[in-house]
Structures are given as structure tokens and as C-alpha cells.
């Protein structure tokens, strides 16, 4: 279903039982428990995002998360509705700058939990093929991603979220 690599950051079982809930409520949500699909998830520092988001977006700064989907929408769309998983897939890489996931949990005024919890959740329907930019796009997002933080009971402060 996942797996974890730690790139230049120490590794910690708090980070993991964390992706483990949310990856697990995120593929149950979307009914993928019985798929063979698998994310790659990497916790690093914000200097190897920055690295990351230089050489494969060509923009040449930290961010908090970076989704990169190997299908497109309706592949991934077409895949489920057939239960076409015969074969093991990777439904796409995760990078979260784990130093950027603090500042903003403090900035945002909520815990590390909920930050990095929402961060795996944005990337997470990034590889099923949603995005944020238009208005149309982000009123389905959203609440999708807010559905699978409240199953599990994470909560956020009333401030305003990118």
C-alpha cells in the first residue's frame, strides 16, 4: 500500500503510524484496500524538496508537498472501475518536507498530527488525478480531503487553509 523513505531526516515511528492511518482511510475511502496499488512516500528536509522542486518542476524554492501521479484521472478512474489491479502499480510518489510540516502546524495553529496528516491526504488525491488550481476543481477536492481528516478524527482550527 505505502512505503517510507527517510531522506537526510532521522526516522520516527510517530511519522509512521501517522501515514499509516491516513494511507489506509485514504485507499479505504476511495475502495482501493483490495487494489495492488502502492505509494511511495518520502519525509525529507527542505532543502532536498527545494532540490526536488528544482529538477523536476524547474521552480526553485521549498514547498511543503510534492505529488507526482504516474496515471492520469481517468486512467486511474478506468482501473478501479474495471478492478484492473492483476499486477502490482504505483499509484504515484509523495515528497513532504517534514521541517516545513512544523513550521506550518505552528503557523496554522493546529498540531504536527493534523499538518502532516493533511499533507498526506493533498498528495494522496493529487496521484488519484484532482487538483486545487480552478475553483471548480478545488470545490471537489476539498471536501474529499476533509472527509478522510474528520473519518479519523482529525480536527483543524477554524483558520483559513491555502
Known amino acids: 500500500m505505502y512505503q517510507i523513505e527517510f531522506l537526510d531526516i532521522e526516522e520516527k515511528i510517530e511519522y509512521e503510524k501517522i501515514i499509516k492511518k491516513v494511507i489506509e482511510q485514504c485507499f479505504k475511502e476511495e475502495k482501493l484496500q483490495n487494489s495492488k496499488l502502492y505509494i511511495s512516500i518520502t519525509l525529507t528536509t527542505p532543502n532536498q524538496i527545494q532540490k526536488i ?3 523536476y518542476r524547474n521552480i526553485d524554492k521549498e514547498t511543503d508537498v510534492l505529488s507526482f501521479p504516474m496515471f492520469e484521472k481517468n486512467e486511474i478512474e478506468e482501473k478501479i472501475k474495471e478492478n484492473n489491479f492483476e499486477h502490482e502499480d504505483v499509484l504515484g510518489d509523495i515528497v513532504i518536507s517534514i521541517d516545513k510540516v512544523k513550521r506550518q502546524a505552528v503557523e496554522y ?3 504536527f498530527e493534523r499538518e502532516l ?3 498526506l491526504v493533498h498528495g494522496f488525491y ?3 488525478g484532482y487538483d486545487h488550481i480552478k475553483e471548480e476543481d478545488k470545490i471537489i477536492m476539498r471536501p474529499k480531503e476533509e472527509k478522510v481528516l474528520a473519518d479519523l478524527g482529525i480536527g483543524r482550527n477554524e483558520m483559513n487553509e491555502e
Do not use: F, R
Open 53 to 55: 522542486n528544482k529538477e
Open 109 to 111: 495553529g493546529h498540531s
Open 117 to 119: 496528516a493533511y499533507m
Open 126 to 128: 493529487h496521484l488519484m
